[in-house]
């Protein structure tokens, strides 16, 4: 079974920046694609960003490219979500989801965190 724990998410400026992590447990990673998605009060679930566990290959939502960056720290067994220059449309919950087939970045993806929420005042 895979354990996922966000963190880091909070309130902020317009124009600002957080870091959400997202710390996994309880298998082996390495073909794996970690995501981070989403939802906004009203709307659906949406992608955000990916990246593969092993290699250099990442995905993100055209909304989010050029301001956002994910990562990951393979010791750490941890993934991360940079955000840059927020935005009040950016406010939502964010989630962080592990596709264990690795072969979609958008879906497949079997688990999931409990999410936190990230505010971007304006």
């Known amino acids: 079974q895979v354990q996922l724990v966000e963190s880091g998410g909070g309130l902020v400026q317009a124009g600002g920046s957080l870091r959400l992590s997202c710390a996994a447990s309880?298998?082996?990673?390495?073909?794996?694609?970690m995501g981070w998605f989403r939802q906004a009060p009203g709307k659906e679930r949406a992608f955000v960003a990916a990246i593969r566990w092993s290699g250099a290959n990442t995905y993100y939502a055209d909304s989010v490219k050029g301001r956002f960056t994910i990562s990951r720290d393979n010791a750490k067994n941890t993934v991360y979500l940079q955000m840059n220059s927020l935005k009040p449309e950016d406010t939502a919950v964010y989630y962080c989801?592990?596709?264990?087939?690795?072969?979609?970045?958008?879906?497949?993806?079997?688990?999931w965190g409990q999410g936190t929420q990230v505010t971007v005042s304006s």
């Open positions: 989801a592990a596709n264990p087939s690795g072969t979609s970045w958008r879906r497949g993806y079997d688990y």
């Open positions: 309880g298998r082996t990673f390495s073909s794996y694609v």
